[in-house]
């Protein structure tokens, strides 16, 4: 973005601008992240227009099943993808050449444990729960990462949709990241020093160190830069940070990868914010508030009802629970006031407004079990798992191309420049290609490799079993170590729990040089035998037979 000569107050300027322009940009989505955040999410309000934060946020919501099925959604995909009580990723090698050698192998290993300390050290699973309700609310959703280095840990922030604008580059993917947000007078002087900053900002840290500043955090490639250098300011993205009063530049720095990548729940051609599940269902959650307001008014209107009283007994009427209003009778009777009031016809509508919202938030899936109608085997359990778990297939996959795969990238990036990671084996640095993939193994995702990895595999064996009875000679057509690499796979099993293939090898020749020495000592066995039972003929028939054979032989 700015030119290599720039100075540090026009690059201010030039990001404040440029702040304001993508700001222009998001406006069009806005009005449908206000509904959102109104009705689904009300902890995520503009932060922009809710100044005061102490202000009441849920006020227009008469419902919860939006918010209910939000919590749902976000929960069940941080249980089901990312969490802390299982193994949900391991590493491979790009290179399919590199992924059968055992020291490949164990290194990838050793990896992949200090990935999963780094990511217990960090506040990782606290910062993914915001960011699944960020996607399955507004659309669009930010996870920053950076690296606490007194603390030697990686600190994870994800920010509030409302503070983030964004860009994509050519291919569609998000590559820039503005970030409007607030900071005190401590904090500012904490992460820039003093000297870095305003007058104004001084003094109240001096006085007032909590009274807040907005700062815009830029992150964008770099266009001018020194690719030999690899410096904090020739790194391929820019990350700077500036004083919106005073147009005050604070700090560049830089990053090898973009260090917030922005995940979209389902994107439109054209567009560059997401939709989610609270867009699609917006029209069910408003309607369902209105009829709850509704009934609440009649249910309301029922218990405390409207009255006409006349004029000459005003202030003489007690409408009260046991209240007595003593009128003229001749017959002497006490009777009890009715208010004949009918509750409107609403509750079937209210159902259907909640199904439909509970679909769109995929609750089904997530409460499969819980709600299932009666006692499923583990082979229905699977099926159904594997099936609904496609219909997340778009979404899912969309989550880990924009998001988890870049995070997981960071993480590697960070902790190897730390030293916090084993050296690489020589045999990766001789390959030209030593990228590095990220397999992830939570539950969804096994659920789809079970449906569309193995299933393929175990429907032709069950397919080809009536063939293989007749005709066994059949098996010989199948690579059944191929075939069964490729179930164990799908279910997720270790790196080491798998041997390579040249261990199956030496494994297989071990075996049949036994086998063959096994047979050698049998056929000597029965030689022996042999030969004895024919001297012992032999003797019996006083040399007889030994005679027939030299005469046979001859």
């Known amino acids: 973005m700015p030119d290599e000569n720039m100075t540090d107050e026009d690059l201010a300027k030039k990001i404040i601008k440029r702040q304001a322009q993508l700001a222009e940009i998001r406006q069009p ?7 959102i955040t109104d009705y689904v999410v009300p902890i995520r309000a503009n932060v922009t227009r809710a100044q005061d934060k102490t202000k009441r946020r849920i006020t227009k919501i008469y419902d919860g099943t939006a918010l209910t099925a939000l919590d749902l959604f976000a929960d069940g995909l941080h249980g089901y993808l990312v969490s802390p009580a299982y193994q949900w990723f391991k590493l491979e090698m790009a290179d399919r050449r590199l992924r059968g050698i055992p020291e490949v192998k164990e290194w990838l290993q050793e990896v992949e444990w200090c990935m999963y300390a780094a990511l217990r050290r960090s506040n990782f699973y606290n910062a993914m729960s915001e960011f ?37 580059n050519k291919y569609g993917m998000v590559d820039t990241v503005f970030r409007n947000f607030k900071l005190s007078a401590k904090q500012l002087v904490e992460r820039f020093g003093q000297d870095q900053l305003t007058d104004q900002v001084k003094n109240s840290y001096l006085n007032k160190p909590y009274t807040e500043y907005p700062v815009i955090h830029a992150v ?111 017959k002497r009777i006490v009777s009890p006031v009715h208010t004949g009031v009918n509750f409107p016809v609403g509750i079937d509508r209210e159902d259907k407004k909640r199904a439909i919202i509970e679909d769109h938030f995929k609750v089904g899936f997530f409460l499969m079990l819980n709600r299932a109608d009666k006692v499923m085997t583990a082979t229905e359990i699977i099926e159904k798992q594997g099936e609904k778990a496609a219909v997340l297939g778009t979404a899912i996959s969309r989550l880990n191309t924009e998001s988890l795969d870049p995070t997981m990238d960071r993480v590697f990036d960070i902790e190897y420049a730390a030293g916090r990671l084993p050296p690489v084996p020589d045999i990766i640095l001789e390959y030209g290609d030593g990228r590095i993939e990220t397999d992830y193994l939570g539950p969804l995702a096994q659920a789809q490799k079970r449906l569309f ?32 690499r490729e179930i164990l796979d799908s279910y997720g099993m270790p790196q080491k729990g798998i041997k390579s293939r040249d261990a199956v090898t030496a494994i297989r020749e071990a075996r049949a040089r036994a086998r063959a020495e ?21 003797a019996r028939s006083e040399g007889a037979l030994s005679e027939a054979a030299r005469n046979i032989l001859g």
Not at 29 to 35: C, G, K, L, P, R
Not at 141 to 162: H, R
Not at 283 to 306: C, D, H, R, Y
């Open 29 to 35: 989505w806005e009005t449908v992240w206000q509904d």
């Open 132 to 168: 699944f309700r960020d996607g399955g609310s507004v659309g669009t959703a930010g996870l920053y990462s950076e690296e606490d280095i007194g603390e030697q840990k990686i600190v994870f922030t994800t920010p509030n949709p409302w503070e983030v604008c964004i860009a994509e």
């Open 220 to 330: 964008y490639p770099r266009e001018a830069r020194d690719v030999n250098k690899r410096d904090a300011k020739n790194k391929p993205f820019a990350s700077c940070h500036v004083l919106i009063d005073g147009e005050k530049f604070l700090g560049e720095s830089g990053y090898d990868r973009n260090p917030c990548p922005v995940w979209r729940y389902q994107k439109n051609s054209g567009e560059i914010y997401g939709a989610s599940p609270a867009w699609f269902a917006l029209a069910e959650i408003m309607g369902l508030n209105i009829i709850s307001k509704s009934l609440l008014g009649a249910t309301e209107l029922a218990v405390e009802p409207a009255y006409n009283v006349p004029s000459e007994l005003q202030g003489k009427v007690r409408i009260v629970p046991r209240g007595m209003n003593y009128y003229a009778d001749e």
């Open 453 to 484: 990895q193995s299933q393929g595999v175990v429907r032709s064996l069950e397919g080809i079993a009536p063939i293989l009875q007749v005709n066994p000679e059949t098996a010989d057509i199948v690579e059944w170590d191929e075939a069964a």
């Open 518 to 538: 096994e047979q050698q000592k049998q056929d000597v066995e029965r030689a022996a035998l042999t030969a004895k039972d024919a001297a012992e003929a032999d």
